[in-house]
């Protein structure tokens, strides 16, 4: 029977000092030890001896003095931007995306790797190159590089720190892929299912409240779902929160291989709306390709003739927008979240329709109606949410206080 | 722009006191303080200063020595169940249950409340009275009751304590009952869901470890759900968390007011069940009224016969727990748990049929099938979970270590 573990000293001042950084962070002009007081209930004399250990860490630099009524000017505190810097990595079945951050969370380098590669072990290779490679062009120092941070598709052993199956990435069964690539880059690595760590990227990045609470929806080659409740994200038992692929939202819809009907993923994905269109004839049946990056085309082909007024493209999207906000619903009513965020490659294509339509259907739905409104937002990270989140979690790691870091270590 | 906020010592005294006083009440045969820091990694002179503020507030007592050994025997601790005392009410359209719990978790009185009242403030008036009369009967000192922990269907508005609406509830709106009864009884009154009371006490009860990760699926008038993730039930954002009316079980299901066909609303309540079983022909067609008795007599028939061996009953029943499966599937699926608890009012009746269905329909739609097996467990609580639930979070309250506890206050 586990039972929980205490705190102490050390523990307290280790988060004490990343509620300071992080409300540093978080303070777009910089901010007074004072501000930084009251902000966070901690005393006078704490936040002096956290801000003076930050200073010399070289985290935080003075940055001017604030003249703010009557009084001795108050000196300003600013995050150090290129103190320290961290590495996102998306993989996904097409491409791999490398991102490169600094503190501020600011991407400094960016990176596509296109492969076929399959084998996990010349993939992990692939990638170690490609990190090597961003890290010389953007000349940053090795000694200030927190770690990389690994999206990948679910389901992961996140103990093992392996990927499991993931259902297209070909070849690839119980790959230690954080212990390999630790091992072969000689940093550490955090492995996280994509989705989570889009949600990481969304609630880093964000202006939300720190405590912020919203379902993260990933479009891309397949639908995910992420939770952020209360400003922590919630990866689940296994690190396999979200798995969404089986929601029924269309009972009228097509047979799925689980035996339902109108299941997220062969109504929602875009292979499953392109197919629709080529079956329907909105879109030509002749396909050559069943690619991802086929696919990709034809989809970005629907979303450029709805915006350009056809009509047939224009049903069939608005279709597609039923049937996310049915699965938006039934995430939300069950979440009991403030509001729904929506993001992943799929997401500036598809932005104009679903803001349009999304809104009024997810109100109708909203058991919660009374209590307050379910706000729907798109994301602010951008395309990149998977890799620019993998890297957040790797500075989140640095600089967010976790409550459960308090605890005593076993 | 909210910022976390930072602990301090006082903070952590409280916290680390919970710590242990929440492992000395989950020990069954007491235990010692050098096993009290081996538990909870405190230092063992913390441990001795907390177990002598407990000792003093009379919480916890000396219980004979242990010879483990060599050395000097252990002096063993235990909860003293009769210092504290809770009252959980669990609020349900046909009735008012109420129970009694000591320090320990045990139901030491116990009550039911049939009414037909639904004017709220002279429903407010029976719970009042039955809560003197409960008090009255178990003879417990007024200043050992920890306060009054209320389940109630949802959705409330939890900042406000207010009931809004509930479905089952005639002429209730926005009713603020944590405040009417808290008035009333002069003792602090906590509101909560009714399917997250019952989680909480399956929590607390259970045998589970301290950072057991469920859902609760309450099988009641309505069917709702709830999560414990790592020890923390999940109440949401404004405590709703665990509406599932809507999602979709049965694609070849009846019509739904929502506009979907197959929602849980509309297949598997046990008023769906009998309707179903009523147009089927396997229970006449005769019932005279459609209130929760008469539903709730009709489905009781329908379980004896399954259990007396009646073919089209039974059928009946296992379509139901098909239906379950899918309900359950998605849940466990989206929020990656390791096991699933059933309870509420129908899980005794259901019990026999669920365990021998259940388990084999869910781990075929596990898709984390690779990482670890879906366990699927009944309630260790019974059927009052709800009452026994609402009166563990009063005891929570001052009992459990909970990490946002250690945050300064606003």
Redesign the interface.
């Known amino acids: ?9 050390p523990r ?1 001042g280790d ?2 000092q990343a ?2 950084l ?2 540093i962070r ?1 303070s777009a002009d910089g901010v007074s030890r004072i501000e930084l007081a009251e ?5 006078a004399q ?1 936040v002096t001896n956290i801000t003076r250990r930050l200073l010399g860490d070289g985290l935080v630099a003075e940055a001017g003095r604030a003249i703010n009524g009557p009084g001795k000017p108050r000196v300003i505190l600013r995050l150090v931007a290129d103190s320290r810097f961290s590495i996102g990595v998306h993989l996904d079945p097409a491409v791999i995306t490398l991102v490169l951050l600094d503190l501020s969370g600011e991407v400094v380098q960016q990176r596509v790797v296109r492969t076929n590669e399959n084998d996990p072990r010349r993939l992990v290779e692939v990638i170690a190159q490609a990190v090597e490679g961003i890290v010389a062009d953007a000349g940053v120092d090795r000694e200030r590089l927190a770690g990389i941070g690994v999206a990948v598709p ?2 992961l ?1 996140a103990d093992r720190g392996t990927v ?2 993931p259902p297209k990435l070909h070849g690839w069964h ?1 790959v230690p892929l954080r212990a390999v690539l630790s091992e072969r880059t000689g940093l550490p690595v955090v492995l996280e299912k994509d989705t989570s760590a889009a949600a990481a990227g969304e609630l880093w990045k964000g ?5 912020d ?1 919203f379902v993260f929806l990933y479009l891309g080659t397949g639908i995910g ?1 992420a939770l952020v ?3 922590d994200v ?16 269309d ?3 097509a047979l799925c291989g ?1 035996g ?3 299941c997220v993923d062969v109504v929602c994905t875009p292979q499953a709306i392109v197919e629709e269109a080529e079956r329907e004839g909105v879109l030509l049946d002749d396909r050559e390709g069943n690619d991802v990056e086929a696919v990709d085309a034809r989809f970005t082909e629907l979303c450029d003739r709805t915006r350009a007024g056809d009509r047939q493209a224009g049903q069939l999207l608005r279709r597609a927008a039923v049937h996310l906000s ?1 699965l938006i ?3 939300a ?6 509001r729904i965020v929506l993001g992943g490659p799929l997401w500036s294509r598809l932005e104009p329709i679903c803001l349009r339509e999304l809104p009024a259907l997810i109100d109708a ?1 909203n ?2 109606r ?3 409104p379910m706000a729907v937002d798109g994301t602010i990270v951008g395309d990149d949410v998977g890799a620019v989140g993998a890297a957040c979690m790797v500075l989140d790691a640095v600089l967010t ?1 976790r ?2 870091d ?5």
Chains 1, 2 share one sequence.
């Not at 689940?236 to 939202?249: D, K, P, R, Y």
């Open positions: 029977m586990g039972t929980r573990r205490g705190t102490n000293l307290m988060f004490n509620v300071i992080e409300s978080r902000a966070t209930g901690l005393s704490t679910g389901p052993d499991i199956d119980r202006t939300g409240p720190a405590d609470t779902a409740m209360r400003g919630i990866t689940g038992a296994s690190g396999n929160f979200g798995e969404i692929g089986h929601i029924v939202v009972p009228d819809g689980c339902l009907r109108g049915v619903s039934a995430l009513n069950l979440l009991d979240v403030d739905r058991v919660t009374a209590v307050r206080p409550a459960s308090l605890f005593l270590a076993e």
